[in-house]
Structure formats: structure tokens, C-alpha cells
Nanobody, 123 residues
């Protein structure tokens, strides 16, 4: 059974930083794309970043490009999202997600989801 467990959320002031972690278990993820989505109150779930386990190609939403960095540690089956220069509009529940095969930007294309971790950025 696949499990994705996020950690690292919290409250931070604007301009600050946080690092989210997603520990994956339950299968081999070598052919998978691991992603981060976020959902603010009253809004839909939006793509933030993703990485291919094989090769390490990364993808970012325009709104976070240059501020967020996604990375993976194959030995630990863990994906990280380093978030710098945080803004109040980054406030949301952040979800780790995974899918086999090709890259996708829509949440409906992803198979597995974590429980989410709250990130709150105060102004």
C-alpha cells in the first residue's frame, strides 16, 4: 500500500523559508513523477512543482519559479520542497502526490496523495 507522508509545514513571516518533506513508501517509485500541489481556502488545488525520480527533471509553476526548489533523495524515498522568499499568497495546504508515467499538471492525473501540511505566511 502506497503511503505519502508530508511534514515541515508551519507559520512563517513573509520573506522567510520552510522546507517540506514527503516520505514515500509501499512500492518502487523509479518510474514515477512526484509532485507538490497546494490548496488555499475557497480555491482549487493547484500545481506547485514536480520531479521525475528517474533523471531528476523538475517542473515548476510560474508563481513559484525562482523561489521554490524541488528535490529528491532516492535512498530515503523522500521528496523535498524548499520554499524561500515566502509570500502571504503562498498560504495553503500543501499536498505531496505521485503518479506513474508522464508528467502532468492536473491533480486528477495523480494517483496517490498525502494528507497535506499547512503552510501559513503572515504579512
Amino acid at each position: 500500500q502506497v503511503q505519502l507522508v508530508e511534514s515541515g509545514g508551519g507559520l512563517v513571516q513573509a520573506g522567510g523559508f520552510l522546507r517540506l518533506s514527503c516520505a514515500a513508501s509501499g512500492r518502487t517509485f523509479s518510474s514515477y513523477v512526484m509532485g507538490w500541489f497546494r490548496q488555499a481556502p475557497g480555491k482549487g488545488r493547484e500545481f506547485v512543482a514536480a520531479i521525475r525520480w528517474s533523471g531528476g527533471t523538475t517542473y515548476y509553476a510560474d508563481s513559484v519559479k525562482g523561489r521554490f526548489t524541488i528535490s529528491g533523495d532516492n535512498a530515503k524515498n523522500t521528496v523535498y520542497l524548499q520554499m524561500n522568499s515566502l509570500k502571504p499568497e503562498d498560504t495553503a495546504v500543501y499536498y505531496c502526490t505521485a503518479k506513474d508515467g508522464s508528467m502532468a499538471y492536473l491533480p486528477s492525473r495523480y494517483t496517490y496523495w498525502g494528507q497535506g501540511t499547512q503552510v501559513t505566511v503572515s504579512s
